[in-house]
Every structure is written in structure tokens, then in C-alpha cells.
């Protein structure tokens, strides 16, 4: 690995099944089969009722942003072009309140706001790894908007 490679996440017994339904572009939460509660991070026993028992259940994919910071300096030489980008912690809809890091893109900085409905998409970052990511629903609407004016417009 070059020192300009970015690491990339290292799935685990634990992490697998998260990295391997990003791969098919879909978003999974493991959750308990005794109580049913969502968990993140990943882990073998339900911090709520300690069963062992659980799945990785399909969601939406949609959710909103609960706190984000606009990254200016690079923290690794491998991050130095992508810089300023903003990473958030997207609330997802419907796991009782799951918390997922992952990065805005298709955003202007300035338009990112605590609260903003989000998409999930994937983007591929090695064999092994596809990133999900988050486009704000909005934005994408009325950037819809602005080109049907162009068009109108020209
Ligand atoms: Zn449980």
C-alpha cells in the first residue's frame, strides 16, 4: 500500500454481511430476532436483551442528517484531493434511531443542515468494498428544477 492509498474498511465475522449487502447496493442494520431492536455498531449480543440471535435487515435507505462536519484539512495525505467534504451521521429511517457515519456528496457545503432528508447511494471503492453515502433529497430536486428551467430557458 502506498503511503497515498486510503485504508479501507477490513470487514470482519462481525462486519461481513454490512460490506457484503453495500456490494449489491443495498442497505442492511443488524437486528436482534428476540427483541427486534436495530443495532450499530455490529456485534455478536443484543446490548438490550442479550440474545445472539439476530439478522440483517433491508432498510430504506433513507434517513436525515443528526450532526455532520465539513472536513477542510486532510487528517491522510490519501484524502488531500477530496477536501472540503462533509461526513454526517445519518439518522436512518425506521431502526429506532441507528446512526450511520458516511460521507454527503452531490451537495453544496453551504446547504448541508442538521435535520436534512438523505438517500442512501453506494460508491465503489475496491473489489471488496462499496461505501454507502448520502445525497440530500432536496438538493437533487431542485437541481432537477434549475435544469428543466435551462432547458426552458436557454
Ligand atoms: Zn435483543
Known amino acids: 500500500m502506498s503511503a497515498t492509498a486510503r485504508s479501507l474498511p477490513r470487514p470482519d465475522a ?3 454481511p454490512f ?5 449489491r447496493h443495498e442497505l442492511r442494520v443488524q437486528q436482534c430476532r428476540a427483541c ?3 443495532r450499530f455498531y455490529p456485534g455478536p ?3 438490550s436483551c442479550g440474545s445472539t440471535a439476530n439478522l440483517w435487515q433491508r432498510v430504506s435507505g433513507r434517513g436525515e442528517v443528526y450532526s455532520y462536519v465539513v472536513v477542510r484539512r486532510a487528517a ?8 472540503p467534504y462533509a461526513v454526517a451521521l445519518v439518522e436512518l429511517e425506521g431502526t429506532g434511531g441507528i446512526r450511520l457515519p458516511a460521507r454527503i456528496v452531490d451537495c453544496p457545503l453551504d446547504q448541508a443542515r442538521i ?5 442512501v447511494g453506494f460508491e465503489t471503492a475496491s473489489n471488496e468494498i462499496t461505501l454507502p453515502v448520502f445525497r440530500p433529497v432536496d438538493v437533487r ?5 434549475f435544469m428543466l ?4 430557458n436557454p
Do not use: Y
Open 14 to 16: 462481525d462486519t461481513r
Open 19 to 23: 460490506w457484503d449487502a453495500c456490494r
Open 36 to 38: 427486534e431492536s436495530f
Open 45 to 47: 449480543i443484543c446490548p
Open 76 to 83: 491522510h495525505p490519501a484524502f488531500a484531493g477530496d477536501v
Open 115 to 119: 435535520g436534512m432528508a438523505l438517500d
Open 141 to 145: 430536486l431542485a437541481d432537477t428544477a
Open 149 to 152: 428551467n435551462l432547458r426552458r
